[in-house]
């Protein structure tokens, strides 16, 4: 296997930036460096760092959808309440953006350290956690793509904003296809 054109030929591990390019470019010599050295929490602090710029970006869309939605609902709530509402909403959308990752993290490993124990392919789990936060960078990608979506269209669209194929569908398509792509 052939190391990529930025790997050192001296043996001496991919740096951070090196291996969040190249898991998109060059993802088996990546990866290979990841499971040879599996150090990741600067890569966690990347992605986990790049997640929440992502999702302070789209916070005022977030609050506008929330009260849009109020207002649609007929709702009619004191400002107080209202403000609440929105920076409740606000606050569960940053704490869910740090968790959800984390979380897939976590038991993806567990889940592969799980199925190597059954097939008596076992590997580390600290090599399988480094393999899937590393792994989790085209996802990132994928919501910076939908950050930038969702920052371009009326707060009203909020929920129709995908960055899978289901975007060529029209709007309010909640129909077997739709959740299929």
Not at 58 to 75: F, H
Not at 94 to 100: G, R, Y
Not at 111 to 126: D, E, P
């Amino acid at each position: 296997m052939e190391k990529p054109a930025y790997a050192r030929a001296d043996g001496i591990q991919l740096n951070t930036v090196q291996r969040l390019y190249g898991i998109i470019v060059f993802p088996r010599a990546t990866l290979q460096d990841i499971v040879d050295n599996p150090a990741f929490f600067r890569g966690l602090a990347c992605l986990l760092g790049l997640i929440l710029i992502f999702t302070l970006a789209i916070l005022p869309k977030i609050g506008a959808y929330t009260i849009w939605a109020m207002e649609k609902q007929s709702l009619h709530v004191a400002a107080v309440a209202r403000d609440v509402s929105v920076y409740g909403a606000m606050a569960a959308v940053v704490l869910t953006s740090l968790a959800q990752p984390l979380l897939f993290f976590f038991v993806t490993a567990l889940l592969f350290f799980l199925f190597g124990y059954t097939t008596k392919k076992q590997a580390s789990y600290r090599v399988l956690l480094a393999v899937c936060v590393f792994a989790y960078v085209p996802v990132a990608v994928a919501a910076f793509l939908q950050s930038v979506l969702i920052m371009l269209r009326p707060a009203e669209n909020l929920l129709d904003v995908t960055t899978s194929l289901a975007m060529f569908l029209p709007a309010g398509e909640g129909g077997v296809l739709y959740k299929v792509l």
